[in-house]
């Protein structure tokens, strides 16, 4: 049976419902709210046949954690966009596509994880990648982050990365990891085949194992004051330099 859980936002909902409104199980609404923007999201819901519950704010404020909501919370059951890592790359394999996978190693925020499925998304990527430890997890706020990109784009969690990098490199695809001390430009480097692209959290970087079984190190240029940058934008300027490259060629 299909584990369930609680999305919130417009956009997180809206989301599910366009990819698949047979995994939605109840809507809820805030009754009191009458704008454009509930009125369209509600013709939306009710297109796609599902019920609508209209309650009070507080009742939604204790489904939605107390999160901002924006007067939208939806029961759902999780889609399961793939099996396991192997699974995505034999798909990539049969469909002749050159994986791009993003890498997030030591990242516990829900707000960047679901910046970074947006990302990854927007540039093509075919899977985020994090360790079961250390990171913060699939939960409703990355996903009302990710504005509907957590049903698009396989998040998959590994018990141990730096084995789970090895074997992406024993399967034809170069790990690329960002890093501050190296002298190699992200813009220089060769982002056109099989590829797996290693972040770490902001300040702190990767571990160092994660660091040492990368094939490559790049950096990000700097030209101003600020050090780094948080890793939502670090994987926008990895992941789209790759798309760019890849477009191009």
Same mark, same amino acid.
């Given at each position: ?12 909902v809206a ?9 939605v ?11 454009k ?17 209209? #309650?009070?704010?507080r009742?939604?404020d ?6 901002r ?13 793939t099996?396991s890592?192997d ?12 994986p791009?996978?993003?890498i ?6 829900p ?10 998304d927007?540039a093509g990527?075919?899977?985020?990648i ?19 990109a ?5 998040y998959?969690? #590994? ?7 090895r ?30 692209i ?8 990767m ?16 030209a ?26």
């Open positions: 049976m299909s584990q369930s859980r609680m999305l919130y936002g417009f956009h997180a989301a599910r419902i366009r990819h698949d409104s047979s995994t199980r109840e809507v809820y609404v805030e009754a009191s709210r009458k704008d923007r509930m009125q369209d999201f509600i013709k939306q819901t009710e297109a796609a046949g599902l019920r609508i519950l209209p #309650v009070d704010t009742r939604l204790g489904m939605a954690g107390h999160a909501h924006q007067g939208v919370v939806a029961k759902a059951d999780d889609i399961a966009l099996h890592l699974d995505l790359l034999d798909d990539l394999e049969a469909q002749q596509k050159t791009l996978l993003l997030l190693d030591n990242i516990t925020d707000h960047n994880l679901g910046a970074c499925l947006r990302v990854a927007g990527a075919h899977a985020v994090a360790p079961k430890d250390r990171a913060c997890g699939l939960n409703a706020t990355a996903a009302k982050v990710a504005s509907g957590a049903e698009t784009v396989p998959i969690t #590994v018990t141990n990365l730096a084995r789970t990098l074997e992406l490199q024993e399967r034809g695809l170069r790990v690329i990891g960002t890093a501050d001390e190296t002298d190699t430009s992200i813009y220089t480097a060769d982002l056109t085949g099989p590829l797996a290693v972040l770490g959290a902001e300040g702190e970087g571990r160092r194992l994660t660091r040492e079984t990368c094939d490559e190190l790049v950096r990000i240029p700097m101003g004051a600020v050090e780094s940058l948080n890793v939502s934008v670090a994987s926008a300027v990895c992941l789209y330099e790759a798309m760019r490259q890849r477009t191009a060629r």
